[in-house]
C-alpha cells in the first residue's frame, strides 16, 4: 500500500514545533493527490492547516499507532523516523520510568538522575544465561550478549560507551564491569574482579571534577580490557587512557572544579598523616577555588577520601605509594600558591622567603634557588652564546601552570601504570572485553583544541559504528534468503579525511607548530587557503578567529586561539632540567624517562594514550594532535579486532531533574550519537520485522475460515498477507520472518482496529437487541398480570348483593348446631365404651402382676443354687489354671537345667580346644629336632668337602656306588611316596573321625534325654572302665613319647651312617664286599616291605574291630568307617600314632555317649515322675470333680424333689433336673475314659522304661567285653609295634637324605596344622548347628506335650537385632549403601530398608555393649553416606533415597534411645526394644547436619531442572487459548519460528516435573512433613523466579498476561488438592505472584482504585508496585495505559507502607528445614533381609 494513502481520517502525524521539537496532529479530512492543504486538529482542540507543495508533496510523518508506542525497541515501531523515536522515548522515560530502550544494536539509556533499584545481584542473575529481547532492555543485557558471544565464538569483544558529560557514562562503564565481576567470579584467592571494580574509586578521584554539566564528569577517556582465562573467568585487566584534559588542572571555568582529588585531600588536612604536607582549606589555593565552587551537594570529600585509600591497599598499592602520590599532589597546589610579582617591564621575581615555594621545595627536593631562576627565566641558545632573558609576569606564570601540568599528567600515567600492574596476574589470556568510556560529541558556545579531537574521535567512532551497524543488516537478509540491495547511507570519511588526511587540519596544526614564532592566527589562514573548497569546512561570517567543520551530527564553529599552545605542550627545558635532579625519587623519574623513550611507531604500546612530552628545544617532538592521531588509531584497530556492543548515554535535561525530559536535548544527542543514523538505514528497506509465529497470532483476526483451517501456519501467513496488500514491493519473505517497509505494519494495525471495531459494533447490536427484547417481555408479562387482578375485581364487583349475603349467614348457622349435635352424641358413645374397656384391662393386668410375683419367689430359690454352683465351678477352673502356671514354671526350670548342661558340653569343646594346642606343641617340638637335623646335615656337607681330595682317588669306585645309591634313593623316593599316601590316608581318617563325631553329637543329642534315667545304677561300673580306659591311654601316649625317642635315635643312627660313609671311602678295597652288602640289605629290604604290608593290614583289621567293637552299639555304621581307614597300610609311627589317636578319640566318644545316655535318662526319668504326678494329680481333681458333682446332682435332687412336693406344676425344673442328670453321666464316662487311657498309657511307659533299662544292661555288658577285648588287643599291639621299631631303625639306617624328608614332613605338618584349625571353625559351626537341632528338638518335645496337655507355652521370638563380625562392616555399608540403587524393587517395596537394617546391627552392637564396634558402624554409614551424596550430588533420585533413608535412621535413633519425649507412642514391644547401654545423641545431630545438607542439595537438584520450565510454562505458554496476542518485538528478539525444533514448556510440564518429584520422594518413603517442606520450596522458587521475570519484561505486563497467570495458579492450587499437600501452604508463597497478576487486571483510574490496591496488595513493596504500574502494556487499542498522575497518587499512599525497597525477590531464598519426630510403626523383629541385598553374612537374633 503506499505511504500517501494511509494520511486518511482519524489517522495522526508528527508537525514541527519550536518548543517541544514535534507535536502531534490528527487528520481532519483524507488527503488527495493534489491537495495543497492538509486540514489537522491540534492537541489542544485548534484546527492547523499544513500546508503542502501539490507537485511535490512533502506530507509530515506520520505517528505509530498507540499499540506500537513503548516498545522495548525503537526498531519494531512502524514508522521508523525521528519524532517516532523521540515520543517513544519519553514515554518509556516518563510515564513508564524505563530509562534503558533499545534501537536495533544500540542500547540508549537515559539518565534518570535518580537512584534506581535495577542494579542488585538479583538482576544481574536474572539477565545471567538470558538472551538478548527475552528481557527488558538493561546494560546488563548488553554485557551478557558480550560475555556469551565471547564464550560462543570465542572472539573479543568491545562495549563502547558514549555521550555527553552528565549522561551517564561513566556509571554504565562501571556496571557493565560489575556485571562482569559477579557473572565470572574466579573463586582465585587474588579476587581479581574486586580489583578491577576498586580501579574506579581510584581513576574517578584523579580523572573526574565538576563541570557545569554534571558532579562527575570523567576529563578522559578510557578503554578497560578485561581478560579472561579459558574458562572465562576474570584474570586481569589493562587500562588505557586518552586526552586528559590538564588545563583543568590550572584553570576552572565558573561554578566547576579542579580534580576530585584536590579536595579530598584538603578535607584531610587535619588528619596526622597529611600534617607534613602542610594543606589548607580547598579556598585557600589558587587551584582549587578558581571556579567558586569547592563542594559539592551530597557528596562527602573525606569519606571519598577514606574510600580511596581503601582501594589503593585493595589494589596492592601501599601507604609508601600513597604518601609519594599525595606528595605530588600537595606539591601542586602549593605550586599554585606561589607568587610571581612583576618587576617592572619585561621582568618578574619570586620571594623566596615564599611559604608555599618552600613547602614545594621540601615535598618535592627541588633547589629553591633553581626554581626561583627558571621561573622568572628564559635561556636562549644562540650560534655563538648563550643568552639568559628575563621574562615577563604572563610567561612566568605560563610556565608555573605548564610545569603544574606536566607533573599532574605524569602522575596520571604513573598510577595508571600501577593500577594496570596491580590488576595483573600470572595467566594467560585467552579472551577480553573491553569496556570503552569515552567523551560523546561535543559543541559548545566556544569551542577549543579539546572539542576538536573530542569530535574527532567520535566522528572515528561514527564511522566504525556505521560499517558495523550495514554489516549487520547484511548479514540479516542473507540469513532470511532476501535479495539485498545496496543501501545510501551517510558516510563520514570525508569529514575524518578533512582532519587527518595529508595537508588536513591536524597536518597543517604539526607544521606550524615547528615554527618557533608560528601563531593561532597564521594557522588559521593556511587552513583557509588550503581548505577553503572542501564543502565541509567553512569560514564564518563574522569572525576571522574560529573556523567551522560540518560533523555527522551538527555543525561546530571552533575557536583557534590556543589550538598552538595545546597542541605543542610545552615545557620550559630549564625547569625540566630542575625537576630531573629532583632529591624525590619518583618525581625525578618522571622526567628520567623522556630519555629513554623512542618516537612513536607502529609498534608502540600504550599504557595511557597520552604519552610522554619531549624537551622543548628539540624541534623535532611528537605534538598533542599527532599522539592522539596514533593512540586513536591503535583504539580503532583494536575495536575493528573485537565483535563492538553500543551504549549510547542520554542527559534528557541540564537542570539534572528526575524523570524530567527536554525534547530539544534530548534529539540533539540522539542525532549526536549515531542512534537516528541506525533508524535511517534500518528504515531504507525493510525496517518492520514478524516471525510467522508472532504475525499469525496478531492477524488472525483478519483471516477467513478456510485460511485458519489450513495446518501450515507459514503458507497462511503468506496467503493471508497478499491478500491484504497488494503490492508485493511492501513486503518480503524470510525464511523465519516477514520483512515489512515502513507504515506496512500500521496499515495492518488499521485494517485489525477495523475489523475489531466492526466486530464490537455487531456484538452491541446483538447485545443491545436481546436486551431490549428481554425488557419488552417483561413489560407485557406485567401487563397481562395486572390485566387479570383488575379484570377478577371487576366480576367480583358485579356478582356480589345484600340478599345474597343474608341467605349465606342463614346458612351458617343452622349448620353449626347442627354439627354440634352431632358432636355430643358421638362423645357420649366413645366415652361409655373407653369405661367399660378399661375396666376388663385393669382386671387383667392385675391378675398377671399376681402370677409374676409367685413366679419371682420360686426362680429366686432356683437361682441361689445355680449360682453357688457357678462360682464352685470358676474356683475348680481357676485352679486348673493355677495348676498349668505351675507346670510351664517347672518346664522353664527344665529348660534352665538344658541350658547349664550346654554349658558343660561348652566346655568339653574348651577341653578338645586345649588338647589341640598340646597338640600344636609337640608339633613344635618336631620343629625344633628338624632343626637340627639340617644342622647335622650341613656339618655333614663341610665333612664331604675337607673329603673331597681322598675321593679323587676312588672316583671309579664312588662313581658304581653312586649308581646302587641312585637305585636305593628311587626305591626311598618310592617309600616316601607310599608314606605320603598313609598320612593322606590317615588325614582323611581323621576328617571322617571328626565328621562321625559331629554325626554322634546329633545322634547323642537325640538319645541323651532317653539313656539317661536307665544309666545311674551302672554308674560307678562305667566309671571304673573309663578310669581304665584313661590308663591305657595314657600309657599308649607314654609309648608314643618313647616312639619320639627313638625317632631321635634315628637320628643319631644316621650320623653313624654318616661316619661310616667317610671310613668307606678311605677303604677303598672293601667295596665288593659293601656291594654283597647292600644286595642283602636290598632283599632284607623287600623281606620287610612285605612284613609291613601284612602287618598293616592285621593291625588296620584289629583296629576296625575294636574301634566297632567300642562304638558298634552306640553310633552309625558311616561314623565307624571314618573313624577307621580304609586301604592306607602303617609303615611309620606316625601311622601307629594316628591309630591310638583314633583309638583314645573312640573311648572319649564312649565315655560322651555314656555320659550324656545317662544325663538323658536321668532327665527322661524325672520328665517321665512329672508327668505321671501330674497325671496323678489330674485324677484326683477329676476325682474330687466327680465327687463334688455327684453331690451336687444329690443336692439338686433333693431340692427338685421339694420343689415337685411344693409346686408340680412346674414343668420346667424337670426338664433342668433331666439335663443335669444327662450331664452327670456324660460326665461319668468321660471320667472312665480318662481313667481308661491314664493306666494305659503308664503301663506303655512303664514297659518302655523297662525296655530301655534291660537294652542298656546289655549294652553295658556289651561294653565290658568290648573293654576287655580292647586290653588284649593293645598288647598284641605293643608287640608289633616293638617289631615294627626294630624294623624301622634298619631301615632308617638305608636313609642317607633324611633331612629333606624332615623337611616336607615339616610343611606337611603346618598345613595338618591350618587344616586342623579350619577343622576347629567347622566344629564351632557345627556346635551352633547342634544347638540349633537341639532347639528345634525341643520345639517339637514340647509341642507334643502341649498336645498331650492343656499347658501354655511362651513361643520365642526374633529380637529385632542382626548379628554381624568385625571384618564383614566394610561389606555392609559397601552392600547396603554405597552398591545400593534406589531403583530396586525390594527397596522401593520397603521404604526405609536401609535405615531399618542399620539401626538394627547398631542394637546388636549395643546389646553386646561393644562401643568401639558401635562407634566405628556409625561413622563408617556417615562415612559412606556423604560419599554417595557426593559422587551423585546431581542425580535426584539418589538424594530423595539417601534424604528419606537418613532421615528415617535419625528418627530410628530417636525412638528408641529411651528418652521418655520419644517413646510416648512406642508400643511395650517398641520400648522394650531401646538401647540400653550407649547415648547416640552426638551421632544423632551429625545425622541431622547430614539431612540438612543432602536437603539442601536435594532442593538445589529440583531447583536446577525445574527453573527452565518456570517461565515459558508460566508467562509465555497461554494456557487460556485465544486470549493474548503477540507484538512485534523489534532486531534484538531472537529469531525462532515456528518450524525451528525447540522444546517448548507449558504448565502441564511444571506439574509434571512436580508429580515425578512427588512421586519419587513418595516411593522412597519420604515422611509427609519433608515433603511439604521441599513442595514448598519449589512453590516459591516458581513464584519468585515468575515474578522477577514479568518486572524485567514490559511485554509480559498486560491484562491478559494477569488472566493467564491467575489461571496458571489455579492449576498448582489443583495439584496441590489433587496430592493432598494443602496443609504444606505452598499456596502462599504465590500471593505476591497473584497480587501481581491481579494488579495487572484490576481497573487503574480512581482513587478508589488505588486505595483498593494498597490494601490488596500486602506481599509487594512499594517498589514492585510502582513497577507494575509504569510497565503495565496495553495488548490493544481498547486497553488504556496507566495515567502517571494515578501513578503518584499510589505512590503518596505508598509512602508510609514499610518493608523491602528490592525489585526482585531472592529466588536463593531457602525456608528453614526442620526434621520432627515421626515414630515408626514398623516392628524391627518383624522385617527380614532381602536375598537380593546380598547380606548372607547377617544374622537375625
Known amino acids: 500500500?503506499?505511504?500517501?494513502?494511509?494520511?486518511?481520517?482519524?489517522?495522526?502525524?508528527?508537525?514541527?514545533?519550536?518548543?517541544?521539537?514535534?507535536?502531534?496532529?490528527?487528520?481532519?479530512?483524507?488527503?488527495?493527490?493534489?491537495d495543497n492543504v492538509l486540514e489537522l486538529l491540534l492537541e489542544d482542540g485548534t484546527e492547523h492547516y499544513y500546508s503542502v507543495d501539490s507537485s511535490n508533496p512533502q506530507l509530515p510523518p506520520l505517528r505509530n499507532p498507540d499499540i506500537l508506542v513503548g516498545e522495548n525497541d525503537l526498531t519494531a515501531l512502524s514508522y521508523l523516523h525521528e519524532p517516532a523515536v523521540l515520543h517513544n522515548l519519553k514515554v518509556r522515560f516518563v510515564e513508564s520510568k524505563i530509562i534503558y530502550t533499545y534501537c536495533g544494536i544500540i542500547l540508549v539509556a537515559v539518565n534518570p538522575y535518580k537512584q534506581l533499584h535495577i542494579y542488585g545481584d538479583a538482576i544481574i542473575h536474572a539477565y545471567s544465561g538470558q538472551n538478548m529481547g527475552d528481557m527488558d532492555p538493561h546494560i546488563f543485557a548488553v554485557a551478557e550478549e558480550a560475555y556469551k558471544q565471547m564464550a560462543r565464538n570465542h572472539k573479543n569483544q568491545s562495549i563502547i560507551v558514549s555521550g555527553e558529560s552528565g549522561a551517564g557514562k561513566t556509571v554504565s562503564a562501571r556496571y557493565a564491569m560489575r556485571y562482569f565481576a559477579v557473572v565470572s567470579k574466579s573463586g582465585s584467592k587474588t579476587r581479581v574482579e574486586d580489583k578491577v571494580l576498586a580501579s574506579n574509586p581510584v581513576t574517578e578521584a584523579i580523572g573526574n571534577a565538576k563541570t557545569t554539566r554534571n558532579d562527575n564528569s570523567s576529563r578522559f577517556g578510557k578503554y578497560t580490557e578485561i581478560s579472561f582465562d579459558r574458562r572465562y573467568q576474570i584474570i586481569g585487566a589493562n587500562m588505557r587512557t586518552y586526552l586528559l584534559e590538564k588545563s583543568r588542572v590550572v584553570f576552572q571555568a565558573e561554578n566547576e572544579r579542579n580534580y576530585h582529588i584536590f579536595y579530598q585531600m584538603c578535607s584531610c588536612a587535619d588528619l596526622p598523616e597529611f600534617k607534613h604536607l602542610r594543606l589548607l582549606s580547598a579556598d585557600k589555593f589558587c587551584y582549587t577555588c578558581m571556579g567558586g565552587e569547592i563542594s559539592i551537594e551530597g557528596v562527602d570529600d573525606k569519606k571519598d577520601m577514606e574510600e580511596t585509600r581503601r582501594t589503593f591497599t585493595l589494589l596492592g598499592l601501599k601507604e609508601d605509594f600513597q604518601s609519594d602520590v599525595f606528595k605530588v599532589l600537595a606539591g601542586i597546589l602549593h605550586l599554585g600558591n606561589v607568587e610571581i610579582r612583576s618587576g617592572g617591564g619585561e621582568k618578574s621575581s619570586v620571594s623566596s622567603s615564599d611559604p608555599h615555594l618552600a613547602a614545594f621545595c621540601e615535598l618535592l627536593g627541588v633547589s629553591a634557588e633553581g626554581l626561583v631562576r627558571w621561573l622568572c627565566h628564559r635561556r636562549i641558545v644562540l650560534v655563538a652564546e648563550t643568552v639568559v632573558k628575563p621574562m615577563p609576569k604572563k610567561r612566568a606564570v605560563n610556565a608555573r601552570d605548564a610545569l603544574a601540568k606536566q607533573i599532574y599528567a605524569h602522575l596520571f600515567d604513573f598510577v595508571i601504570h600501577k593500577i594496570n600492574a596491580a590488576l595483573q596476574v600470572p595467566g594467560k589470556q585467552h579472551a577480553f572485553i573491553g569496556v570503552l568510556d569515552i567523551y560523546g560529541f561535543e559543541t559548545f558556545d566556544i569551542n577549543s583544541f579539546e572539542q576538536f579531537c573530542i569530535n574527532y574521535a567520535n566522528e572515528k567512532l561514527q564511522q566504525q559504528f556505521n560499517l558495523h551497524v550495514f554489516k549487520l543488516e547484511q548479514e540479516e537478509y542473507m540469513k532470511e534468503d532476501i535479495p539485498w540491495t545496496l543501501i545510501d547511507f551517510y558516510d563520514n570519511q570525508p569529514v575524518i579525511d578533512l582532519i587527518e588526511a595529508k595537508m588536513g587540519i591536524l597536518d597543517l596544526l604539526d607544521e606550524?607548530?615547528?615554527?618557533?614564532?608560528?601563531?593561532?592566527?597564521?594557522?588559521?589562514?593556511?587552513?583557509?587557503?588550503?581548505?577553503?573548497?572542501?564543502?565541509?569546512?567553512?569560514?564564518?561570517?563574522?569572525?576571522?578567529?574560529?573556523?567551522?567543520?560540518?560533523?555527522?551530527?551538527?555543525?561546530?564553529?571552533?575557536?583557534?586561539?590556543?589550538?598552538?599552545?595545546?597542541?605543542?605542550?610545552?615545557?620550559?627545558?630549564?625547569?625540566?632540567?630542575?625537576?630531573?635532579?629532583?632529591?624525590?625519587?619518583?618525581?625525578?623519574?618522571?622526567?628520567?624517562?623522556?630519555e629513554q623513550s623512542t618516537p612513536t611507531g607502529k609498534n608502540f604500546k600504550v599504557k595511557a594514550a597520552r604519552p610522554a612530552v619531549k624537551p622543548a628545544n628539540k624541534q623535532l617532538r611528537t605534538s598533542v594532535g599527532d599522539k592522539f592521531r596514533s593512540s586513536l588509531y591503535l583504539l580503532m584497530e583494536t575495536l575493528n579486532a573485537t565483535t563492538p556492543h553500543y551504549v549510547r548515554c542520554i542527559k534528557p535535561n541540564d537542570e539534572k531533574l528526575p524523570f524530567e525530559y527536554d525534547s530539544r536535548r534530548v534529539v540533539q544527542q540522539l542525532r549526536a550519537c549515531g542512534v537516528l543514523e541506525t533508524i535511517h538505514i534500518s528504515a531504507q528497506s525493510y525496517p518492520s520485522r514478524w516471525t510467522y509465529i508472532e504475525f499469525y497470532s496478531r492477524y488472525s483476526i483478519l483471516m477467513t475460515h478456510q485460511e485458519v483451517g489450513l495446518n501450515d501456519k507459514k503458507q497462511t501467513c503468506k496467503t493471508v498477507l497478499q491478500r491484504l496488500i497488494q503490492d508485493s514491493n511492501q513486503y518480503k519473505f524470510g525464511r523465519t520472518k516477514i520483512f515489512f517497509r515502513a507504515g506496512q505494519v500500521a496499515y495492518l494495525e488499521k485494517l485489525r482496529l477495523d475489523r475489531l471495531r466492526g466486530a464490537c459494533v455487531t456484538i452491541q447490536k446483538h447485545v443491545r437487541g436481546w436486551s431490549q427484547r428481554r425488557k419488552y417481555r417483561r413489560m407485557r408479562e406485567a401487563a397481562i398480570v395486572l390485566q387479570q387482578y383488575i379484570r377478577g375485581k371487576r366480576q367480583i364487583r358485579k356478582t356480589v348483593s345484600a340478599a345474597t349475603l343474608k341467605r349465606g349467614w342463614a346458612a351458617l348457622v343452622i349448620q353449626r348446631y347442627w354439627k354440634g349435635y352431632r358432636m355430643r352424641q358421638i362423645y357420649q358413645l366413645v366415652r361409655l365404651a373407653s369405661i367399660t374397656i378399661q375396666a376388663f384391662t385393669r382386671g387383667c393386668i392385675a391378675r398377671k402382676r399376681y402370677k409374676k410375683m409367685v413366679e419371682e419367689n420360686k426362680v429366686l430359690v432356683l437361682q441361689k443354687y445355680t449360682r453357688a454352683w457357678l462360682a464352685r465351678r470358676r474356683f475348680q477352673t481357676m485352679r486348673r489354671l493355677v495348676l498349668n502356671v505351675q507346670l510351664s514354671y517347672r518346664v522353664q526350670q527344665l529348660r534352665k537345667k538344658i541350658e547349664e548342661q550346654n554349658k558343660e558340653n561348652r566346655g568339653l569343646v574348651e577341653r578338645l580346644t586345649s588338647l589341640a594346642n598340646s597338640h600344636s606343641q609337640g608339633l613344635d617340638k618336631l620343629q625344633s629336632l628338624e632343626a637340627r637335623l639340617e644342622k647335622s646335615a650341613s656339618e655333614k656337607a663341610s665333612l664331604e668337602a675337607r673329603e673331597k681330595k681322598a675321593k679323587e682317588d676312588t672316583s671309579l669306585a664312588i662313581t658304581q656306588l653312586q649308581k646302587e645309591k641312585d637305585t636305593l634313593t628311587l626305591d626311598k623316593q618310592n617309600l616316601e611316596k607310599k608314606f605320603d599316601a598313609s598320612t593322606k590316608e590317615a588325614k582323611d581318617s581323621f576328617d571322617q573321625i571328626k565328621r562321625s563325631l559331629q554325626e554322634e553329637k546329633e545322634n547323642e543329642a537325640r538319645l541323651r534325654k532317653i539313656a539317661e534315667n536307665n544309666i545311674e545304677i551302672q554308674r560307678q561300673d562305667h566309671e571304673k572302665e573309663v578310669e581304665a580306659l584313661k590308663e591305657e591311654t595314657r600309657r599308649l601316649k607314654e609309648e608314643r613319647v618313647g616312639l619320639q625317642r627313638q625317632i631321635k635315635e634315628g637320628g643319631q643312627v644316621n650320623s653313624d651312617l654318616q661316619e661310616q660313609v667317610i671310613q668307606l671311602t678311605k677303604h677303598v678295597k672293601v667295596i665288593p664286599e659293601l656291594r654283597k652288602d647292600l644286595h642283602n640289605v636290598q632283599t632284607q629290604r623287600n623281606n620287610m616291605d612285605r612284613k609291613m604290608k601284612e602287618q598293616s593290614g592285621q593291625a588296620r583289621a584289629k583296629m576296625n574291630e575294636i574301634t566297632r567293637q567300642l562304638l558298634g552299639g552306640v553310633v552309625e555304621e558311616e561314623v565307624l568307617s571314618g573313624l577307621t581307614p580304609d586301604d592306607s597300610a602303617i609303615y611309620e609311627v606316625e601311622d601307629l600314632l594316628t591309630a591310638f589317636d583314633g583309638l583314645h578319640k573312640a573311648t572319649r566318644v564312649l565315655e560322651n555317649h555314656q555320659r550324656e545316655q545317662k544325663e538323658s535318662y536321668e532327665s527322661q526319668v524325672e520328665g517321665l515322675k512329672l508327668k505321671v504326678d501330674h497325671l496323678q494329680n489330674e485324677n484326683n481333681q477329676l476325682k474330687n470333680l466327680f465327687q463334688e458333682k455327684s453331690n451336687m446332682n444329690d443336692s439338686i435332687r433333693q431340692e427338685v424333689s421339694r420343689l415337685t412336693s411344693e409346686n408340680s406344676a412346674i414343668p420346667e425344673l424337670k426338664l433342668q433336673v433331666s439335663e443335669l442328670q444327662r450331664q452327670k453321666q456324660e460326665l461319668e464316662v468321660h471320667v472312665g475314659e480318662?481313667?481308661?487311657?491314664?493306666?494305659?498309657?503308664?503301663?506303655?511307659?512303664?514297659?518302655?522304661?523297662?525296655?530301655?533299662?534291660?537294652?542298656?544292661s546289655s549294652q553295658r555288658r556289651h561294653f565290658e567285653q568290648q573293654a576287655e577285648e580292647l586290653e588284649e588287643e593293645g598288647r598284641e599291639l605293643q608287640?608289633?609295634?616293638?617289631?615294627?621299631?626294630?624294623?624301622?631303625?634298619?631301615?632308617?639306617?638305608?636313609?642317607?637324605?633324611?633331612?629333606?624328608?624332615?623337611?616336607?614332613?615339616?610343611?606337611?605338618?603346618?598345613?595338618?596344622?591350618?587344616?586342623?584349625?579350619?577343622?576347629?571353625?567347622?566344629?564351632?559351626?557345627?556346635?551352633?548347628?547342634?544347638?540349633?537341632?537341639?532347639?528345634?528338638?525341643?520345639?517339637?518335645?514340647?509341642?507334643?506335650?502341649?498336645?498331650?496337655?492343656?499347658?501354655?507355652?511362651?513361643?520365642?521370638?526374633?529380637?529385632?537385632?542382626?548379628?554381624?563380625?568385625?571384618?564383614?562392616e566394610s561389606r555392609l555399608v559397601q552392600n547396603i549403601i554405597l552398591e545400593l540403587k534406589p531403583k530396586g524393587v525390594v527397596v522401593n517395596m520397603i521404604p526405609g530398608l536401609p535405615a531399618n537394617l542399620l539401626f538394627m546391627c547398631v542394637r546388636h552392637a549395643d546389646y553386646l555393649n561393644d562401643g568401639t564396634k558401635l562407634k566405628s558402624l556409625m561413622n563408617a554409614t556417615i562415612s559412606a553416606v556423604k560419599k554417595v551424596i557426593m559422587e551423585h550430588q546431581k542425580d535426584f533420585e539418589v538424594l530423595s533415597f539417601w534424604l528419606s533413608n537418613t532421615y528415617h535412621l535419625l528418627n530410628c535413633l530417636k525412638q528408641y534411645s529411651g528418652e521418655e519425649e520419644f517413646m510416648k507412642q512406642n508400643t511395650p514391644r517398641q520400648n522394650k526394644n531401646c538401647l540400653q547401654n550407649f547415648d547416640l545423641s552426638e551421632h544423632r545431630q551429625i545425622l541431622s547436619d547430614l539431612a540438612i545438607r543432602i536437603y539442601h542439595l536435594f532442593i538445589t537438584v529440583m531447583e536446577k531442572t525445574l527453573t527452565p520450565t518456570i517461565v515459558p510454562g508460566m508467562l509465555e505458554h497461554e494456557s487460556l487459548q485465544g486470549i493474548s496476542s503477540m507484538k512485534p518485538t523489534g532486531f534484538r528478539k531472537r529469531s525462532s519460528s515456528i518450524y525451528e525444533d525447540s522444546e517448548t514448556y507449558t504448565i502441564s510440564s511444571i506439574l509434571q516435573q512436580l508429580s515425578l518429584f512427588h512421586s519419587t520422594m513418595s516411593q522412597h518413603g519420604m515422611e509427609q512433613g519433608l515433603i511439604r517442606q521441599a513442595v514448598k520450596q519449589l512453590f516459591f522458587l516458581v513464584g519468585a523466579t515468575t515474578l522477577n521475570n514479568m518486572m524485567l519484561r514490559k511485554d509480559m505486563c498486560s491484562c491478559r498476561k494477569g488472566m493467564q497467570i491467575r489461571c496458571n495458579i489455579s492449576y498448582l492450587d489443583e495439584w496441590l488438592k489433587e496430592k493432598e499437600l494443602q496443609s504444606s501452604n505452598a499456596i502462599d508463597t504465590l500471593r505476591p505472584l497473584s497480587q501481581a497478576a491481579w494488579l495487572l487486571q484490576v481497573n487503574k483510574s480512581t482513587d478508589d482504585d488505588a486505595k483498593e490496591i494498597i490494601e490488596t496488595c500486602t506481599e509487594l513493596n512499594s517498589v514492585q508496585i510502582v513497577k507494575i504500574l509504569n510497565s503495565y502494556t496495553p495488548i490493544d487499542d481498547f486497553e488504556k495505559r496507566v495515567p502517571s498522575s494515578f501513578v503518584r497518587k499510589v505512590q503518596s499512599l505508598l509512602q508510609d507502607h514499610e518493608g523491602s525497597t528490592q525489585l526482585m525477590l531472592d529466588t536463593q531464598y531457602r525456608f528453614q528445614v526442620t526434621f520432627p519426630f515421626c515414630p515408626s510403626s514398623q516392628a524391627l523383629e518383624l522385617l527380614q533381609v532381602p536375598s537380593s541385598l546380598h547380606l548372607g553374612f547377617l544374622t537375625r537374633i
Open 1279 to 1368: 608287640g608289633r609295634v616293638e617289631e615294627l621299631e626294630e624294623q624301622n631303625e634298619h631301615l632308617k639306617r638305608q636313609h642317607l637324605t633324611e633331612s629333606e624328608t624332615k623337611t616336607r614332613l615339616n610343611q606337611e605338618a603346618s598345613r595338618l596344622t591350618a587344616e586342623n584349625m579350619d577343622f576347629e571353625e567347622q566344629l564351632d559351626k557345627k556346635d551352633r548347628l547342634i544347638k540349633k537341632l537341639q532347639n528345634q528338638i525341643k520345639s517339637l518335645e514340647t509341642s507334643q506335650k502341649a498336645k498331650q496337655t492343656p499347658a501354655t507355652t511362651i513361643p520365642k521370638d526374633y529380637l529385632g537385632m542382626l548379628e554381624y563380625k568385625r571384618e564383614d
Open 1234 to 1256: 480318662q481313667t481308661r487311657e491314664l493306666a494305659d498309657k503308664t503301663e506303655e511307659i512303664t514297659n518302655v522304661l523297662q525296655k530301655k533299662v534291660e537294652e542298656e
Open 1 to 34: 500500500m503506499a505511504l500517501l494513502e494511509l494520511y486518511t481520517e482519524y489517522n495522526r502525524v508528527w508537525i514541527p514545533d519550536a518548543h517541544h521539537v514535534w507535536k502531534s496532529a490528527e487528520i481532519m479530512r483524507d488527503f488527495h493527490i493534489g
Open 512 to 594: 606550524e607548530c615547528l615554527f618557533p614564532q608560528g601563531t593561532d592566527q597564521n594557522w588559521l589562514q593556511k587552513l583557509y587557503n588550503y581548505l577553503h573548497a572542501n564543502p565541509l569546512f567553512e569560514k564564518p561570517r563574522l569572525s576571522n578567529e574560529a573556523f567551522v567543520i560540518q560533523h555527522f551530527a551538527d555543525k561546530v564553529e571552533y575557536q583557534c586561539k590556543g589550538f598552538l599552545e595545546k597542541n605543542r605542550d610545552a615545557l620550559y627545558e630549564e625547569l625540566v632540567d630542575i625537576i630531573r635532579i629532583s632529591k624525590f625519587p619518583l618525581l625525578a623519574n618522571f622526567f628520567q624517562e623522556e
